[in-house]
């Protein structure tokens, strides 16, 4: 068994294709399958008729069989697939005729048959041992098969060997290569179909298992990025310790000095003591921040969020109606519980996204669409408490930032209003915009039990503070929105007296070249987001290798999956030409998801359109993309295919409002 195991894997070494490895080894076992049914033949024709020439012959055919895996093993694979698939049906061929002249005056009906039956066993050998990407082999090996199947009388009458109608019986002989070529057509087509499904499931599965090696990269690159910065966390925590012992010995320090002093000058007493306070207080305040790095450390590095997700999964597995009636307040309470300490982390990964500063690009957002998502989402607590929600953004409608914080902010600012109301008078909100030469304000007032500031205002955006405790809350909204307005730049303020009225006021500033933000840069190529028409683009510098050509690609695909940008803006001028199997990968691995995610529309930039194989190849390209749901369209210009882009926004932008 070891040997025809090693047998079979015979020439394997000298491909890397799945499809080319399973086709060698099928050939490898078809030969020996072919080798050890001629023997067998050969056997059971000398108990029928005894030794004569053709029983010598059939077994030295079957031995013929064994020169395919000598082939593979010397790196010959296509040789000797060919051979497999052609040389059965010329030497049983052979056989054939020989036998008839050997006996032609005692030949019976029979004999004309058992030949063919077995040709067309060897006839549908290519469709095994060839895969349908090997259609030149493929189709050569089965029409040489097939020629000298349907050549079998022809052959026999060429040697002098035809079927004799005067003695044999069987009427309308010739018909029987009809009923042979269907049989044939009928085997080959279902293996055909079957080796379709097989190898289009394997290339599915190949892509498949690119996806998650893809994803599986990613993971670890994240994984890294988090472990250096948890050591960077733990390096900035050794030196807040170190700074936090220094402090101490300078209080040993300050605190002998001022008995020194104190013996000395009485007047310096007070001043001494001041500093010790001081000193106290910079400590206390060290050990705070110290303990705020450690948790932010630990909680991340030790990633809470992968139980906690499979415990919200296997909750929403069980069901309710099946959970007994005494068990049902438990099991609600479970999930509650479980969810919370979800929200927590979520909270907690927010934290420490904002101070790693993953944000970069900055889009242009509606303030007026962002405020009616965030009124969706708190539809039932507006309605519930009949809030009053008024919007006077005429200052500045639009406002150039990240998207995520910006909802963060209003969102936060939004439900503390609702949160905080004041059952004495129907809840009002309003919220005002407008800008500067260099920033952007945002006010969010609402009417509700207001804040006492000369109390609270020192404590007002710190972790998990909180000033009303007659509602639901963690004290975590107002520190992500001083955060977030810090990591743009920014600040927020407020304004508020207990039971009238508070005001917060953001300060965002403005972004400069919001038009070319640069995502990624190198010598050949460059990948940059416009938000002044929400379009990701690549500005191809020169010719391009396959490796670079699909990382690129990747590149743009991972940003449209962030962004959800709608444009994409290619400037072809200088990549130069780009392989056929490349751009199919284009077709097929990166267009599909993308425009799942979004894209909609493609706008390619190049000098030569008037050039008939240019312009016949990007025609091509426009219908594939109109067959994938996308629309693409040629400029040889930049500023026309902007102009365009801008055209398709507005045109978009007003469907949703003629409906």
């Not at 019976?108 to 469709?127: A, H, K, N």
């Not at 605190?255 to 007493?269: A, G, I, M, P």
């Not at 069980?318 to 509650?336: G, N, P, Q, S, Y």
Request: glycine fraction near 4%; charge should be negative.
């Amino acid at each position: 068994m070891q040997f025809l195991r090693s047998l079979v894997n015979y020439g394997m070494e000298f491909t890397t294709i799945p499809s080319a490895k399973r086709g060698l080894q099928l050939s490898n076992t078809v030969a020996i399958v072919l080798f050890g049914m001629s023997l067998l033949l050969s056997g059971v024709y000398y108990i029928w008729y005894g030794w004569t020439m053709l029983t010598y012959m059939i077994a030295v055919i079957g031995l013929t069989a064994l020169i395919v895996p000598i082939l593979n093993k010397y790196g010959y694979i296509n040789i000797s697939r060919i051979w497999i698939s052609v040389g059965p049906a010329i030497l049983i061929t052979f056989l054939s005729v020989y036998s008839k002249v050997l006996n032609y005056d005692q030949q019976q009906e029979l004999d004309y048959f058992t030949f063919r039956m077995v040709m067309i066993g060897s006839c549908v050998i290519p469709w095994v041992v060839f895969s349908l990407k090997e259609k030149n082999l493929l189709i050569a090996s089965s029409l040489g098969g097939l020629t000298i199947l349907l050549a079998h009388d022809p052959l026999h009458t060429a040697f002098g060997v035809p079927y004799q109608e005067d003695k044999l019986k069987v009427y309308n002989y010739y018909f029987t290569n009809i009923i042979v070529f269907i049989t044939y057509s009928i085997i080959t087509a279902s293996i055909g179909f079957l080796k379709w499904i097989s190898e289009r499931n394997e290339d599915e599965n190949i892509g498949l298992i690119g996806d998650l090696a893809e994803a599986n990269k990613v993971l670890l690159e994240r994984n890294s990025e988090i472990e250096a910065q948890s050591a960077e966390i733990q390096a900035q925590s050794d030196i807040l310790h170190n700074s936090q012992n220094q402090l101490i010995e300078a209080n040993k320090l300050v605190d002998e000095q001022r008995k020194q002093l104190f013996s000395k000058n009485q007047s310096l007493e007070s001043e001494l003591i001041d500093k010790n306070v001081n000193l106290t207080e910079t400590n206390t305040e060290l050990i705070k921040h110290n303990n705020e790095l450690r948790q932010f450390s630990y909680t991340v590095s030790h990633n809470l969020r992968g139980p906690v997700a499979s415990l919200l999964g296997l909750i929403s597995l069980i069901d309710k109606d099946r959970v007994d009636e005494r068990d049902r307040e438990v099991f609600e309470h479970l999930a509650t519980s479980t969810h919370q300490l979800d929200q927590i982390i979520k909270d907690i990964s927010k934290i420490v996204d904002i101070r790693h500063d993953i944000f970069r690009i900055r889009q242009r957002i509606d303030l007026n669409a962002e405020i009616q998502e965030i009124a969706q989402v708190l539809r039932r607590e507006l309605e519930a408490h009949q809030v009053t929600l008024n919007r006077n953004l005429h200052g500045s409608p639009y406002i150039y930032s990240i998207k995520p914080m910006v909802n963060s902010i209003l969102y936060n600012l939004i439900s503390n209003a609702v949160k905080y109301r004041s059952a004495e008078r129907q809840p009002v909100i309003e919220i005002t915009s407008r800008e500067s030469d260099d920033f952007y304000y945002i006010s969010v007032q609402d009417n509700g039990l207001g804040i006492d500031l000369k109390q609270n205002r020192e404590s007002l955006f710190k972790l998990y503070k909180r000033f009303h405790f007659h509602t639901e809350g963690k004290g975590l909204g107002l520190f992500l929105v001083k955060l977030q307005c810090e990591s743009l730049g920014g600040a927020v303020d407020i304004e508020s007296e207990l039971n009238r009225f508070t005001r917060f006021t953001v300060c965002l500033k403005k972004p400069v070249n919001i038009d070319r933000q640069i995502l990624y840069q190198e010598p050949f190529a460059e990948i940059f987001f416009d938000a002044r028409v929400n379009a990701t683009g690549v500005t191809w510098k020169s010719h391009v290798t396959s490796e670079q050509y699909r990382n690129v690609f990747r590149k743009c695909l991972e940003f449209v999956r962030s962004y959800n940008t709608p444009n994409y803006i290619a400037d072809l001028t200088h990549q130069g030409p780009i392989e056929s199997n490349d751009q199919r990968w284009m077709f097929e691995e990166i267009l599909p998801p993308a425009i799942r995610n979004g894209l909609k529309r493609i706008a390619a930039i190049r000098t030569d359109f008037d050039d008939p194989l240019v312009k016949e190849y990007h025609e091509g390209l426009h219908a594939n993309f109109l067959k994938l749901g996308a629309e693409q369209r040629n400029f040889s210009s930049r500023e026309e295919a902007f102009e365009w882009i801008e055209r398709e926004n507005e045109r978009a932008a007003t469907v949703p409002a003629a409906r």
